[in-house]
């Protein structure tokens, strides 16, 4: 299966492509990414194939020649600072969603998969007055608005589904496991592992909360190590 992927240099993102390489179900990665990977990734089938882009709104043909194939989109971009914050969590998602869709990457009559990861809290009701966080939650609220708008408009080619993660631990975080749930935490580990199955074998909610995302991402990452003993 080839995927694409984004933010691969962040957090999340490199998280993502490092269990990307490790499944056994994925052949191809087509990784988007302002910058070289700071560090190389163990890659021994030749998986991995990066394409540094500057402009996250349009994608040329070549580009979308490379994608063609890709069953999927993992959508992880980072935001760099807060004057980027809207054109890289909506504007970006947005073209990026209907660049593939409209050159139909995945093939004629078949549903392409684009896993955004979104965030807690969200607000969809733009005109609803909010707390804290006002801006951030409603930018993140209006991509999954749209996103979900595409789909319906591509029923035949496109599903969404939105991750929305809370607090994302570090891989090695001595946070106690068992007070997780309690606080809206989840490991990288954990969101990477759901998230790239999501991409792979889709999943019957189109919108992952943190709970669903940590449980899941857990009982994955458990069978595979069973399955690799």
């Known amino acids: 299966m080839k995927i694409l992927l984004t933010g691969p240099t962040g957090h999340i993102g490199s998280n993502v492509l490092q269990a990307a ?21 163990p890659d021994p089938q030749n998986k991995l194939q990066l394409i540094i882009q500057s402009d996250f709104t349009h994608y040329s043909d070549d580009v979308l020649d490379v994608c063609a194939g890709a069953e999927a989109c993992i959508w992880g971009m980072g935001v760099a600072n807060m004057e980027t914050r809207r054109s890289i969590i909506v504007d970006s998602a947005i073209a990026a969603a209907r660049a593939f869709v409209d050159a139909k ?23 609803k007055s909010l707390w804290f966080m006002n801006e951030g939650r409603k930018i993140r609220g209006e991509t999954e608005v749209e996103l979900m708008k595409m789909e319906k408009e591509h029923p035949e080619a496109l599903v969404a589904y939105i991750a929305r993660p809370g607090v994302v631990t570090a891989t090695n975080s001595f946070f106690p496991a068992l007070l997780e749930p309690l606080a809206r935490f989840i490991n990288v580990d954990d969101l990477a592992a759901k998230m790239l199955d999501t991409a792979i074998n889709g999943h019957h909610s189109q919108t992952l909360e943190v709970d669903m995302l940590r449980d899941e991402g857990k009982r994955l990452r458990r069978q595979s190590r069973v399955d690799n003993q």
């Open 21 to 41: 390489l490790l499944h056994p179900a994925i052949t191809s990665i087509i990784a988007f990414s302002r910058r070289q990977l700071p560090t190389p990734f």
């Open 105 to 127: 990457i995945a093939g004629e009559g078949n549903k392409f998969r684009f896993v955004h990861l979104s965030g807690t809290f969200v607000e969809k009701d733009q005109k």
